[in-house]
């Protein structure tokens, strides 16, 4: 099984600054990797498919790159509704797997 | 709109069973895979099983529920279905239904999950 691991578990920043998200993978997952935006009491929303391919409708300040066994997401810009849980998830392997998340604070 | 709601879960026993549905709207609903992937509490996310759309329906189970959990789809409906059972402790979790292109793929649509709790 692939294990991705996030880091760094929470962070912490004000509107405006720079996010970088890192999911480390323990083994090749080639460019197989998604990212999703998780809010309480709502429903994951896909951000980014196959490393860097912005889903429908996500705001061009969500960026993804990477590829093998690490991957970073990227919001150039925090605005206030980007507080949330944002996972990864990769499908180069059964099972599929997930992250355990970073929390994304907004001060 | 593309909508997907979840309805089925509830408080159960060790040892029993439940019924999970998931039913779709706003999309052409067999030619997608479709998912159950859940949350614990306090944990990450978890894929389930998946069944495919698009006239091939095989299905795909995790290690931790395959022989208890069965997933199934009624393209007539719209809906698909995750039967449970033989249900454990660690089973309680927040489950997801979730729409994608592949069954090995990215999900690009969730529905708000319905809270399954497994107590004696």
């Known amino acids: 099984e692939v294990v991705l691991t996030q880091s760094p578990a929470t962070l912490s920043l004000s509107p405006g600054e720079r996010a970088t998200l890192s999911c480390r993978a323990s083994?090749?997952?080639?460019?197989?990797l998604a990212w999703y935006q998780h809010k309480p009491g709502q429903a994951p929303r896909l951000l980014i498919y196959?490393?860097?391919n912005r889903a429908t409708g996500i705001p061009a300040r969500f960026s993804g790159s990477g590829s093998g066994t690490d991957f970073t997401l990227t919001i150039s810009s925090l605005e206030p509704e980007d507080s949330a849980v944002y996972s990864c998830?990769?499908?180069?392997?059964?099972?599929?797997?997930f992250g355990g998340g970073t929390k994304v604070e907004i001060k | 709109e593309e909508q997907l709601l979840e309805s089925g879960g509830g408080l159960v026993q060790p040892g029993g069973s439940l019924r999970l549905s998931c039913a779709a709207s706003?999309?052409?609903?067999?030619?997608?895979?479709m998912s159950w992937v859940r949350q614990a509490p306090g944990k990450g996310l978890e894929w389930v099983s998946v069944?495919?759309?698009?006239?091939?329906?095989?299905?795909y189970y995790a290690d931790s529920v395959r022989g208890r959990f069965t997933i199934s789809r009624d393209n007539s409906r719209n809906t698909v279905y995750l039967q449970m059972n033989s249900l454990r402790v660690d089973d309680t979790a927040v489950y997801y239904c979730?729409?994608?292109?592949?069954?090995?793929?990215?999900?690009?649509?969730w529905g708000q999950g319905t809270l399954v709790t497994v107590s004696s």
């Open positions: 083994q090749n997952i080639n460019t197989y």
């Open positions: 069944i495919r759309g698009k006239g091939d329906y095989s299905s």
């Open positions: 998830q990769q499908r180069n392997n059964w099972p599929l797997t």
């Open positions: 196959d490393t860097s």
């Open positions: 979730a729409k994608g292109p592949h069954a090995n793929g990215w999900y690009d649509f």
């Open positions: 706003g999309f052409t609903f067999s030619t997608y895979a």
